[in-house]
């Protein structure tokens, strides 16, 4: 049989579908990992197959943390699709799916490379294209997109870049402008799909006759660029509108990172070196590295990315002079111009992530490849003997089975919680957020005291200041005084759960947890407080919801018992109490109701005049607010908490004049 036969390559490509399906098959019932939880897990919006149009009216369904409400919808749709088929929050579901859309993306993959494959020389090449799409797909770095459920985005984003690049090249005429269906949809998944326009024009430039730079080819420079940008013009003008329009739908609240934007740039050319180092030996991955800014311009790690960059791309550009070679040149340059929005001036909240890498290292296994298969024809003359055939099998049977084991432990890895941020305290022992992570999994198997080791470890690391570790020595610290008894742990847990809140205000989960805390020990009203904060930023919270319905419940009983009791003893001080419960459960005008019913029995009583002072002022009646606590001030001189009411209702008053 011909190996470079259609039919050989068929049935190749269903052996590799097999492999690849048996390679993965123990990920399958891997869990939800890191910013699964508030973009699935606590998500309520995906929860209602009705909430599909919502989702595409308003970022803020995107995630239940307001930091990270950006406007995502295809994404978040297939989160709510996958729900809804599980109808429950079935990790496996939503694996299966990702699973099929890569199936399906490889099949495209395969149609591109075939197709880039013929520009170069004229031939199908139906066994290449195979043997790049299964190193692809076996390819260890790839592993970390499959397993990392909200990582879907990539896959997703990467899979309509390929629709669309195939109906491009394939189509005649206006036929090409099909492609800018698929494109649109991408850009609702992720900003990333931008990138496919200038791809797009290079392609125009590069592989289309007569191409730019290639020597018996040459076409003239200012018609060759008209001739590439016309053909090209849509993407890029859809792409700025695309750009602009999902910009303008994100959530107010959303912020990427703190992180400086000169730094983060400065950080990058090593992290491109990092990720080219990885595509060739793909060891030592973490879901969560250590890399930190790199502070000092021009430092050597700076200076050899720098230098990584120029020579690879100095090696594009040589290699673009000849049509033979020009899938190397064009799929170097695919790789740079990917990665383009999460390695240039766009800080994001760490300087680099390995499934930031798939859509980009297409490119570079194009370029591998083709440049594996010149090799091959270089050394044998373009006539390989059985001898060169059984090597090169062999290598390659030895590559793709390395990479095969490595995603198999990869997979491994991502099985659960615990698991996962084991090995990144491991790989990356200096990452705050991983010593954290894996200090929530010894929590939650009961071991508290090393949870609170943990904790205090990220407390030395620059996460230490992060809302969260707070949060979590709060709990553990709450959680070990509740088991021994030690009431001196649970004020401890109490100090950090209010540090949480006062350092991560925007954070619901702060506010939820602390109104946990606050509820257990009975300090309902102020529990109450805190979960509304917490729903006001995050709608969909769907433990903040649950709670506050238990509690809202109680404290409406509780009322209504005070209510009862005010009405039995008719005394001022019960119905200034009542006016209190109403004031904490935002009752303002039933706070103001009980203290006229104070003021009635005790005229005089600066309390009462204080409490309506601080009803008004919630209800902006500043005018009536500065009135009461006049009067309570009248009443009592010295009254401190009254004069501060006053000040606060003045300076409102003035500001809103």
Request: hydrophobic share 45%; proline share 4%; glycine share 6%.
């Amino acid at each position: 049989m011909n190996l470079n036969s259609k039919t050989f390559a068929s049935v190749l490509a269903a052996l590799m579908v097999v492999a690849l399906t048996a390679v993965y098959w123990n990920h399958f019932d891997n869990g939800f990992h890191f910013d699964d939880s508030h973009t699935i897990q606590n998500n309520g919006f995906i929860k209602d197959i009705h909430n599909l149009p919502l989702i595409f009216q308003d970022a803020r369904t995107t995630s239940s943390l307001p930091l990270n409400q950006a406007y995502r919808p295809m994404i978040t749709s297939l989160n709510a699709i996958d729900f809804w088929i599980a109808d429950s929050l079935d990790p496996t579901v939503f694996h299966w799916h990702i699973y099929l859309e890569f199936l399906l993306l490889l099949a495209i993959l395969y149609l591109v490379f075939l197709h880039l494959f013929e520009m170069a020389d004229g031939q199908k090449h139906y066994l290449l294209a195979i043997l790049g799409v299964g190193f692809f797909a076996f390819h260890t770095a790839t592993a970390e997109t499959i397993n990392y459920i909200i990582a879907r985005s990539d896959g997703f984003s990467t899979l309509m870049v390929l629709v669309s690049a195939l109906i491009y090249m394939k189509a005649k005429g206006n036929f090409k402008q099909l492609a800018l269906i698929p494109f649109i949809i991408g850009c609702l998944a992720k900003p990333t799909t931008l990138m496919l326009a200038p791809i797009l024009f290079m392609y125009e430039l590069l592989l289309q006759k007569p191409s730019l730079l290639v020597k018996d080819e040459q076409a003239k420079l200012i018609p060759k660029m008209a001739s590439a940008l016309k053909g090209t013009f849509s993407f890029f003008v859809v792409g700025v509108a695309m750009y602009l329009f999902t910009r303008s739908m994100f959530s107010a609240t959303w912020k990427p990172s703190d992180i400086s934007a000169l730094k983060y740039l400065n950080t990058q050319p090593y992290i491109f070196w990092v990720y080219i180092k990885t595509f060739f030996l793909p060891t030592g991955l973490s879901a969560d590295t250590d890399l930190k800014l790199i502070s000092e311009y021009f430092s050597p790690q700076v200076l050899w990315g720098l230098l990584v960059i120029a020579a690879s791309i100095g090696l594009a550009f040589k290699f673009a002079t000849f049509r033979k070679t020009l899938p190397i040149a064009f799929g170097i340059l695919w790789f740079y111009v990917a990665l383009v929005p999460s390695s240039s001036v766009i800080p994001l909240a760490e300087v680099m992530n390995h499934h930031r890498t798939f859509f980009p290292y297409i490119g570079l296994v194009m370029a591998v490849v083709w440049a594996g298969f010149l090799l091959v024809q270089k050394i044998t003359k373009g006539k390989p003997s059985a001898m060169s055939r059984a090597i090169v099998t062999v290598l390659l049977l030895g590559l793709f089975g390395a990479h095969a084991y490595g995603t198999y432990q990869r997979n491994e890895v991502w099985d659960n919680e615990e698991t996962l941020w084991y090995d990144v305290t491991v790989k990356s022992p200096k990452n705050g957020r991983g010593l954290m992570n894996y200090g929530l999994t010894e929590m939650q198997n009961g071991n508290t005291e090393s949870a609170i080791s943990y904790f205090q470890r990220t407390m030395n690391t620059s996460y230490g200041r992060h809302p969260y570790v707070y949060l979590n020595m709060g709990i553990a610290k709450n959680a070990l005084g509740m088991r021994i008894n030690d009431q001196k742990l649970k004020n401890e847990g109490e100090t950090y759960l209010k540090q949480a809140v006062q350092i991560g205000p925007g954070y619901p989960d702060c506010h939820y947890y602390y109104a946990f805390w606050l509820a257990n020990n009975g300090r309902v009203d102020e529990a109450v407080k805190h979960l509304s904060k917490a729903l006001e930023l995050s709608p969909a919270h769907q433990q903040a919801k649950s709670l506050l319905a238990s509690l809202t419940t109680t404290a409406e009983d509780r009322i209504k018992n005070m209510e009862t009791e005010a009405a039995r003893l008719k005394t001022p001080e019960a119905y200034l109490d009542l006016s209190l419960k109403y004031y904490n459960l935002g009752q303002y005008e039933n706070c103001i109701k009980a203290c006229n019913e104070a003021l009635q029995l005790k005229p005089d009583y600066a309390e009462a005049y204080n409490n309506i002072c601080s009803a008004y002022n919630q209800l902006k009646m500043f005018n009536e607010a500065i009135e009461a606590c006049n009067r309570s001030i009248e009443l009592k001189p010295n009254y401190e908490l009254a004069k501060g009411n006053l000040n606060w209702a003045k300076s409102q008053l003035a500001k809103n004049q």
